[in-house]
């Protein structure tokens, strides 16, 4: 078998490839392996301008950890583009780490669309998070409070009025939704990460040491609130 060809983590699955995607589709189907799925954006390296370098560290070290923990789940880093260079990074470090890449990849894909343009389940989402919790203002936050309408809202505020950078929150995603029929997803982890941008609240001016500290415990805390949903 040549190199890179059935190892999803060295290979970067587009949602057009049909192939790749027909073969998790099937996986789902014989086991449920979507029930015991999140799929996460990158937390903080976008809008919070977080440096992709060290967050890749972190994604890898986390994931790994993490992992080696719980035996019956599985992790999937998702972007918008092919080109993205977080979802590049974070392949090369697993790899040299050698992590199961059936147990944790990257998938290219809208976190909102994974099952009916991907073919991929996944029944818990993260969402990268305002600190308030509020819909809309872009990213990955307007993309997910937009695609499961105004039910993730009042369910989310039943849960909390607000985040603290580095902690998350499991919001059940009521069966109405859009997102939980057409997708399957039934819980979104709302996760707050630290901010780099000027332009938003608790800006850490540079400060990495802080900033990778509360980078390392978001991660810590999805990942733990995903296992508390899968057990
Ligand atoms: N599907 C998959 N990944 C996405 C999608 C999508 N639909 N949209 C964006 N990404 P960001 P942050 C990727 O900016 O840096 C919001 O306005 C994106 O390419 O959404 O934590 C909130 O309200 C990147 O890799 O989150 C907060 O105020 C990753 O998701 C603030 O931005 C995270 O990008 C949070 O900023």
């Not at 972007?79 to 290219?108: G, H, M, P, Q």
């Amino acid at each position: 078998v040549e190199d890179g060809i059935t190892c999803p983590m060295e290979v970067e699955k587009g949602l057009n490839d049909k192939n790749e995607n027909e073969e998790h589709a099937k996986e789902s189907d014989s086991d449920d392996v979507g029930s015991r799925t999140l799929a996460f954006p990158s937390i903080s390296t976008a809008d919070f301008q977080f440096d992709l370098d060290r967050a890749s560290d972190i994604i890898v070290d986390t994931a790994a950890d993490f992992l080696q923990k719980f035996d019956n789940i599985r992790l999937v880093l998702v972007d918008l583009s092919k080109k993205s260079k977080i979802l590049s990074l974070v392949k090369e470090k697993a790899s040299k780490k050698s992590i199961d890449c059936s147990r944790f990849f990257t998938f290219v894909g809208d976190i909102t669309q994974l099952y009916t343009k991907g073919g991929l389940q996944c029944s818990v989402i993260a969402n990268a998070a305002n600190w308030r919790l509020k819909p809309g203002g872009g990213g990955v936050n307007a993309a997910i409070f937009n695609a499961a309408g105004e039910s993730l809202h009042h369910a989310t505020k039943k849960c909390a009025d607000a985040l603290r950078p580095g902690t998350s929150v499991i919001v059940s995603l009521p069966s109405i939704s859009p997102l939980h029929q057409r997708e399957g997803v039934t819980h979104v982890i709302h996760v707050l990460g630290p901010n780099m941008n000027p332009m938003r609240p608790d800006y850490l001016k540079n400060d990495y040491i802080k900033g990778s500290k509360i980078l390392r415990e978001a991660y810590n805390s999805l990942f733990e609130n995903f296992a508390s949903i899968v057990q």
